[in-house]
């Protein structure tokens, strides 16, 4: 089964079996995660939400090779995680622009590092911040940017690679709402446009329904997955699903299921 409208999806499948995870810290053993079994398919869009610090951040570290786990296996398009891997993509919260370089040159840097900066680069750079709405700002200094403008910014150097698969953690919790849902539909129709493998770290319900074709709620001390919800809203998502008797109906079954979690 595809989830992506794109004919070809090259989004990659993520497997987790039996994972967990343990911090050592000063205090003694914090366990994180325990026994994380998920699969998601190539194309599909999935969201995890949770209560803070159940170990979303660290389950989507392990995914992008960032951190190292204690038991269990995970494999994305059938290898194991390593640190940068360039068929990964990876967003964060707080964009990290390079503030001596303008928007063109933030973009190109993945090229850069990669050592696959060629002819075809500026061409590349152009069509990304098209996708990502940026074309009249290339020459802009990332001090320039509004909030909304330097989270584009991260999301075309994140795609700049082509991944197969693209990691946000709550890329869109700095923004005011109307930035945020205004962008969480053009993420969406991306990613379906794309045909990348997409999980997105989010705290709002909303956002999750909005934008994914399934949703895994986390229960915290240790996190582990407490509800899997299908989101069975037709593509391509748009801002009037929200409020809709569907979208009402899954978004209780996501509370319901995160509920559970909270009784330790
Ligand atoms: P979430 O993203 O759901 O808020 P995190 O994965 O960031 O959760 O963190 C889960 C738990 O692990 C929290 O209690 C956090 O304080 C702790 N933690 C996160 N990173 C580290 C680390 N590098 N070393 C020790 N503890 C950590
Ligand atoms: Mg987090």
């Given amino acids: 089964m595809t989830?992506?409208?794109?004919?070809?999806?090259?989004?990659?499948?993520?497997?987790?079996?039996?994972?967990?995870?343990?911090?050592?810290?000063?205090?003694?053993?914090?366990?994180?995660?325990?026994?994380?079994?998920?699969?998601?398919e190539a194309g599909e869009f999935v969201s995890f939400v949770g209560p803070s610090g159940c170990g979303k951040s660290t389950l989507l570290k392990i995914i992008a090779g960032l951190v190292g786990y204690d038991e269990g296996t995970v494999t994305i398009?059938?290898?194991?995680?390593?640190?940068?891997?360039?068929?990964?993509?990876?967003?964060?919260?707080?964009?990290?622009?390079?503030?001596?370089?303008?928007?063109s040159k933030n973009v190109e840097l993945?090229?850069?590092?990669?050592?696959?900066?060629?002819?075809?680069?500026p061409k590349r750079v152009a069509d990304l911040l098209e996708l990502v709405g940026l074309s009249h700002a290339a020459t802009l200094?990332?001090?320039e940017l509004s909030g909304g403008m330097q989270q584009r910014v991260?999301?075309?150097?994140?795609?700049?690679?082509?991944?197969?698969?693209?990691?946000?953690?709550?890329?869109?919790?700095?923004l005011d709402?109307?930035?945020?849902?205004?962008?969480?539909?053009?993420?969406a129709q991306m990613a379906d446009r794309l045909g990348t493998t997409t999980i997105l770290?989010?705290?709002?319900?909303?956002?999750?329904?909005?934008?994914?074709?399934?949703i895994i709620a986390l229960g915290a001390n240790p996190g582990r997955i407490v509800g899997d919800i299908a989101v069975d809203l037709p593509r391509p998502r748009h801002r009037d699903m929200v409020g809709s008797d569907?979208?009402?109906?899954?978004?209780?079954?996501?509370?319901?299921?995160?509920?559970?979690?909270?009784?330790v």
């Fill in 246 to 263: 569907r979208f009402q109906k899954i978004s209780n079954a996501v509370r319901d299921a995160l509920s559970i979690g909270f009784e």
């Fill in 3 to 40: 989830y992506a409208n794109s004919p070809d999806v090259k989004g990659e499948t993520i497997q987790l079996r039996g994972v967990s995870k343990t911090y050592t810290t000063a205090k003694g053993s914090l366990p994180v995660l325990r026994d994380v079994d998920l699969q998601i």
């Fill in 110 to 121: 993945p090229f850069v590092i990669a050592r696959r900066r060629g002819p075809d680069t």
């Fill in 141 to 143: 200094n990332s001090w």
């Fill in 201 to 214: 770290v989010t705290h709002s319900i909303g956002e999750a329904v909005l934008m994914s074709d399934r």
């Fill in 177 to 187: 709402e109307f930035k945020r849902e205004y962008l969480n539909i053009e993420v």
């Fill in 77 to 103: 398009g059938g290898q194991p995680p390593r640190e940068g891997r360039e068929d990964i993509g990876f967003m964060l919260q707080q964009s990290v622009l390079m503030p001596w370089l303008n928007v």
């Fill in 154 to 174: 991260a999301l075309a150097r994140a795609l700049a690679l082509d991944p197969g698969v693209m990691l946000m953690d709550e890329p869109f919790s700095a």
